[in-house]
């Protein structure tokens, strides 16, 4: 397989892998986020429909002692009944109002006639600047009237909303108002046991948007009318919901769920704080990533060592393979990497249906110059005459080699056989400038002799032929008194089936 292109796999494996990984890892925690949301959603709608239905229930017991006392005061001859029958008439059902701080009758000039609460409430005591006593004045039809905040004037419960109801003489004029007080912390106190998280809270709106208590509890935050924020209007105008937002009374980002209370103008809504109800998840998202990013290093990594190690043996294999096609003498290719070449240049000049010229040379009187000089000045002999074959060829394709000994070739692709003769003349004067002395020589210097053969190859046709030609063509040359060029007669390179490798194309 080519290294190139393994390489390109494996860093498309790599990257595929990785971006695997990271896929499968951010659907995971987007699934633990949507089912951490969907939960948190769910627990803040359980609960604020449980608190709902138990502030629900105990403000209509509440109610219903609002409606037993007037129905006590409207009994036929109540005036005249004895002062203790009169209360157990109208405050018989109040002790069953568990939230209830007190339960009181007030004239229509809003003073104090009756209480049902443990403390000794002053007749002189008049309540007609309270709202639960002046809107149930001015209104005749209101029914139920839940009023904003107040400071308790009887007893010590502090902060108190107060839920009133109309009384009528029989012509419908104005009567005054039975008015039972609820104090806030009485209404706080049943959500204390509650975990709703340091930013948690639990709020109870007016239907008007006036918020009447707060948990946790905040006094410079009630009575405060939130009527002009989309959160709270978008709240006060449904039944029953949960939705996200900032909070428009601190501005914490929360989950907010909401609930209409059956048969009272009121919301109560449960908050969740977002940072909060992800905190758990934030961890585990920060734990997953961490180990995500971990193994995706690990991928590129290795990958990236893979790499190097493979990159590493095609260097080696590279140079293994360069040592093998190289003579180590004269760094000129060698014998087999002459063979390998003339094979694919056979094949190409056969495609083409050029000529393709082939030079055997040969070091004139080789043997008697290692006897008379020594085998160390014979080889740098044939480093220079292989310098010199190699200086005189140009073109990119063309290429010298050492076929063996003091013989060497020298393939010319596309080239006829007077082109190459020429080149055969150049290389051979080349080396006669060269100057080596030698004594054992008919001239006295180092010459060659060179075969040049040259043919058209057609397919089917053996390349064996061509370096036949040139090596006849060389023995000519030697037979004419040596440092000559000979050309062969036209090779004529027939089909030869038994050579696989040269007839294939």
């Known amino acids: 397989m080519n290294r190139h292109l393994l390489r390109h796999q494996l860093n498309s494996v790599a990257g595929v892998l990785a971006l695997t990984i990271l896929g499968v890892a951010a659907y995971t925690l987007w699934i633990d986020y949507r089912d951490t949301w969907q939960e948190a959603e769910k627990t803040a709608q359980n609960m604020t429909t449980t608190i709902a239905r138990d502030l629900n229930g105990n403000l209509e017991m509440l109610d219903l002692s609002l409606k037993g006392a007037i129905e006590g005061l409207r009994y036929v001859g109540f005036e005249h009944l004895p002062h203790d029958l009169q209360y157990r008439m109208v405050f018989d059902r109040s002790v069953s109002a568990s939230l209830m701080a007190s339960l009181l009758v007030l004239n229509e000039a809003g003073g104090l006639i009756m209480d049902a609460g443990p403390v000794i409430v002053p007749r002189t005591l008049n309540l007609a600047d309270r709202d639960y006593f002046t809107v149930q004045k001015e209104n005749s039809h209101l029914g139920l009237y839940v009023s904003r905040p107040y400071r308790s004037r009887i007893g010590n419960h502090g902060l108190s909303v107060g839920i009133s109801r109309r009384l009528q003489h029989p012509d419908g004029r104005f009567a005054g108002v039975v008015v039972g007080s609820v104090a806030l912390t009485s209404i706080n106190s049943l959500f204390k046991d509650l975990r709703l998280g340091r930013q948690g809270t639990i709020n109870l709106f007016r239907g008007d948007g006036v918020l009447l208590t707060r948990h946790p509890f905040n006094e410079g935050q009630i009575g405060q009318d939130f009527s002009g924020s989309p959160q709270v209007q978008r709240l006060l105008q449904g039944r029953s919901g949960t939705f996200e937002s900032l909070s428009p009374i601190d501005g914490v980002h929360r989950i907010i769920s909401f609930e209409r209370l059956d048969r009272f103008p009121l919301v109560l809504t449960l908050a969740l704080s977002v940072d909060e109800v992800f905190d758990a ?20 990594g290795l990958t990236a060592l893979f790499q190097r190690e ?14 093998a096609r190289t003579d180590d003498l004269t760094g000129l290719p060698n014998r ?11 094949r190409q000049a056969i ?12 070091v004139d009187c080789f043997k008697h110059f290692n006897d008379h000089y020594g085998h160390g ?8 005459v292989a310098t010199t074959l190699d200086a005189n ?15 060497f070739t020298i393939l010319l692709p596309e080239t006829d056989q007077a082109g190459a003769c020429m080149m055969a003349e150049k290389i051979r004067h080349a080396v006669i400038m060269l ?3 030698h004594k054992r020589s008919p001239l006295g210097v180092a010459t060659v002799s060179i075969g040049v053969a040259a043919a058209r190859p057609s397919r089917g046709a053996a390349s064996a032929a061509l370096l036949e030609a040139a090596d006849g063509a ?19 390179a027939r089909p030869q089936y038994g050579n696989r490798e040269d007839a294939r194309e």
């Open 377 to 384: 000045r014979g080889d740098e002999v044939l480093r220079a």
């Open 281 to 300: 998840w934030k961890r585990k998202a920060w734990v997953q990533s961490t180990l995500t990013g971990l193994l995706c290093s690990a991928v590129v």
């Open 310 to 323: 493979l990159h590493r043996r095609t260097k080696a294999e590279t140079k293994l393979r360069r040592i």
């Open 393 to 407: 060829i140009r073109r990119p394709r063309d290429i010298a080699t050492r076929y063996g000994g003091e013989e």
């Open 336 to 346: 087999r990497a002459f063979r390998e070449t003339l094979a694919r240049e056979w």
């Open 474 to 492: 060389l023995y000519q040359a030697k037979a004419a008194g040596r440092n000559a060029v000979h050309g062969a007669d036209p090779v004529q």
């Open 435 to 437: 100057g080596i002395e």
């Open 351 to 362: 495609r083409s249906g050029s000529s393709l010229a082939l030079l055997y040379v040969d």
